[in-house]
Nanobody, 115 residues
């Protein structure tokens, strides 16, 4: 059973920054793809960013140039650095780890961007 816990969410003003972290119970390199999704109230869940095992990254158009995904095998974490935050970034952010046909998701962490 894979365990993962997200942290780092909170309330931030527009233009501010937050760093989300997903701590896993297994090596992040044991997963084919690791990434972050988000879901805002009344909206469908959407991919924010992911990174595959070779290290290729993929970002939603809405976050390109503002968010950066990274992984740290020594710490078993997948991080999402979020800069220049906008009110539209408000959502619950979920870490998702994929290995073969299986995906594992955390409980999520709330990010609220508001003045």
């Amino acid at each position: 059973q894979v365990h993962l816990v997200e942290s780092g969410g909170g309330l931030v003003q527009p233009g501010g920054s937050l760093r989300l972290s997903c701590a896993t119970s297994e090596s992040v390199f044991s997963f084919n793809v690791v990434g972050w999704y988000r879901q805002a109230p009344g909206k469908e869940r959407e991919l924010v960013a992911n990174i595959d095992n070779p290290g290729s990254t993929n970002y939603a158009d809405s976050v390109k140039g503002r968010f950066t995904i990274s992984r740290d095998n020594a710490k078993n974490t997948v991080d999402l650095q979020m800069n220049s935050l906008k009110p539209d970034d408000t959502a619950v952010y979920y870490c998702v780890l994929t290995r073969g046909v299986y995906s594992y998701r955390g409980q999520g962490t709330q990010v609220t961007v508001s003045s």
